[in-house]
């Protein structure tokens, strides 16, 4: 490894529902990982926003992680993210604000620029398009602005509460947009490796060599994202990994759905070329036994000199989820 210390990890949970299981199963679940990952150590953690999609449980993000914060003392929680142009700026600075009043110094804003979601969806979710992409800079400043607000401050619109809280603001991406808005911000930045692993690194150099300090951060701060699968043996482990290379076949093919259960052999489920999106997509993965991800969290460190990682895990069966964290970070504790 380099001189540099060692990059924090945190969590990123998209509370997935197993085939079989409800939506109540899989918040019960995300309540133990949080429990657990309080309890290891871990830095964050994460829920991520997603629309019409019957196999992930955390559409209504805000309101999780309010769960989670009261059934939790120390860990921090927060959103990896809330996609903006599906809110108005000052619903999401309120919704924060009222979580930052009732955990204070507990709670993280993480920003995406995507919808999240189908055109059908996002017409579903605004109603009208006036929550544009293109509006993006503009509603980061403008949450920013509120929650930096002086004492004495009373702009015409403020979020009660949310106004002067200081709450922490991330923009995350799978592109280059965001990684040159952060910068420009000064805003600590998150790369989405686990699914969209192609720019990582050019992302994450437009963003150092571009950032501007700003009151909030006076140098850059990057978090990468990687899916991580453990188990006790590295067989066991790609089995555990096939549920997640099924949700990303059917994601391809335009039919999502609950969590598939683990199989023994993928070579009947997808075609070749479907083989080589998943494999390209899911390429930021480590995948093995406890020496496996520990030599894998020191490469990615290494090579991507990230100040955080977060890790991410689909897997269909509680005990074996929770257990691949567990191991995640004995292998992070053991670099």
């Not at 926003?49 to 309101?63: K, R």
């Not at 006036?130 to 002086?150: L, Q, R, Y």
């Not at 006790?232 to 990994?241: I, P």
Request: overall charge negative.
């Amino acid at each position: 490894m380099s001189d540099k210390k060692t990059a924090s990890l945190s969590v990123l949970d998209l509370a997935p529902i197993p085939q079989g299981a409800t939506a109540r199963d899989a918040f019960h679940t995300s309540l133990a990982m949080a429990q657990q990952a309080e309890q290891l150590g871990f830095n964050r953690y994460w829920l991520a926003e997603h629309h019409n999609m019957t196999g992930i449980a955390s559409a209504a993000t805000s309101v999780l992680i309010g769960y989670l914060a009261a059934n939790t003392s120390t860990l921090r929680l927060g959103s990896g993210g809330v996609m903006l142009p599906n809110h108005a700026p000052l619903v999401i600075a309120e919704q924060f604000g009222t979580l930052e009043s009732l955990y204070p110094g507990r709670i993280d804003l993480g920003l995406g620029r995507a919808p999240g979601s189908d055109q059908r969806t996002m017409m579903a979710l605004r109603r009208h398009m006036g929550g544009h992409v293109d509006n993006f800079p503009a509603d980061v400043a403008e949450i920013v602005g509120w929650f930096d607000a002086e004492q004495g401050e009373a702009p015409a619109v403020q979020p009660v509460p949310g106004l002067g809280l200081k709450i922490p603001v991330w923009l995350l991406g799978s592109s280059l947009y965001s990684a040159q808005l952060a910068a420009k911000l000064g805003l600590p930045f998150a790369f989405a490796s686990h699914f969209a692993p192609e720019m990582l690194f050019q992302a994450l150099h437009l963003y150092r060599e571009n950032f501007k300090p700003s009151a909030r951060l006076a140098q850059p701060h990057a978090m990468v994202c990687v899916n991580v699968v453990a188990a006790d043996s590295e067989g066991d482990a790609r089995f555990l990994f096939t549920s997640m290379q099924q949700q990303f076949v059917n994601l391809r093919r335009g039919q999502p759905g609950p969590l598939p259960a683990p199989v023994e052999n993928m070579d009947n489920l997808w075609s070749p070329s479907e083989q080589y999106g998943v494999q390209q997509a899911l390429s930021m993965s480590i995948v093995g036994d406890l020496d496996k991800v520990r030599h894998g969290l020191s490469a990615l460190m290494r090579e991507t000199q990230a100040d955080e990682i977060m890790v991410n895990g689909q897997i269909f069966d509680k005990e074996a989820r929770l257990r691949s964290f567990a191991l995640a970070m004995e292998a992070y504790r053991s670099l």
